[in-house]
Antibody, heavy 117, light 110 residues
Framework: QVQLQESGPGLVKPSETLSLTCSVS????????WSWIRQPPGRGLEWIGW???????NYNPSLRSRVTMSVDASKNHLSLDLNSVTAADTAVYYC???????????WGQGALVTVSS | QTVVTQEPSFSVSPGGTVTLTCGLR?????????PSWYQQTPGQAPRTLIY???TRSSGVPGRFSGSILDNKAALTITGAQADDESDYYC??????????FGGGTKLTVL
């Protein structure tokens, strides 16, 4: 069974870098594409970007200048870095797998990150 | 900037049928956007309902169906049940390779 688990600091200061890790079990990370998606409290879902083990990636144009994603096959996990954060980046961050039909088939439970001094 | 539109809220009676839509502010939605639909209840991660326009995800009841209607993706719930009361999100895959979520529809069953 495929399981994804996000982890990282729950509190980040403004202007610093938000860093999260998604640990994957039940699936090989170097086979699939992986996405990060976020949801501010009380609001809708926002796609952040996707990455493939090969190194190819694509990011939401509104976040592209601040986002970096990476994959570590040796640990079977993926990472998200979002720099220069503000309160507007406060959200639950999800990692998700997507496949050949361009949909997100497995989701993590999400990690709440609050940006505050 | 690509904007995907959804009804902010909708209401359906138990046993009734409701169709939620997912459109583009500029342009038409087609199967080439591979529309998918997700159900989310408070505090939970989204659950995949429909992908590739009209394919139900494993374990999803047959009362959920997807289609293209009037240049929009559509999610129809036939015979709504109380536990269908949730937020519903669509997402489109764009030619540039990015994904865009709609703003979500809050469905009330009463």
């Amino acid at each position: 069974q495929v399981q994804l688990q996000e982890s990282g600091p729950g509190l980040v200061k403004p202007s610093e870098t938000l860093s999260l890790t998604c640990s994957v079990s039940g699936a090989s990370i170097n086979v699939y594409y992986w996405s990060w998606i976020r949801q501010p409290p009380g609001r809708g879902l926002e796609w952040i970007g996707w990455i493939h083990y090969s190194g190819s990636s694509n990011y939401n144009p509104s976040l592209r200048s601040r986002v970096t994603m990476s994959v570590d096959a040796s640990k079977n996990h993926l990472s998200l870095d979002l720099n220069s954060v503000t309160a507007a980046d406060t959200a639950v961050y999800y990692c998700a797998r997507y496949g050949t039909m361009y949909y997100f088939d497995y989701w993590g439970q999400g990690a709440l990150v609050t940006v505050s001094s | 900037q690509t904007v995907v539109t959804q009804e902010p809220s909708f209401s359906v009676s138990p046993g009734g049928t409701v169709t939620l839509t997912c459109g583009l502010r500029s342009g038409s939605v087609s199967t080439s956007h591979y529309p998918s639909w997700y159900q989310q209840t408070p505090g939970q991660a989204p659950r995949t309902l429909i992908y590739n326009t009209n394919t139900r995800s494993s374990g999803v009841p047959g009362r959920f169906s997807g289609s293209i209607l009037d240049n929009k993706a559509a999610l129809t719930i036939t015979g709504a049940q109380a536990d269908d009361e949730s937020d519903y999100y669509c997402v489109l895959h764009m030619a540039s390779g990015i994904y865009v979520f709609g703003g979500g529809t809050k469905l009330t069953v009463l």
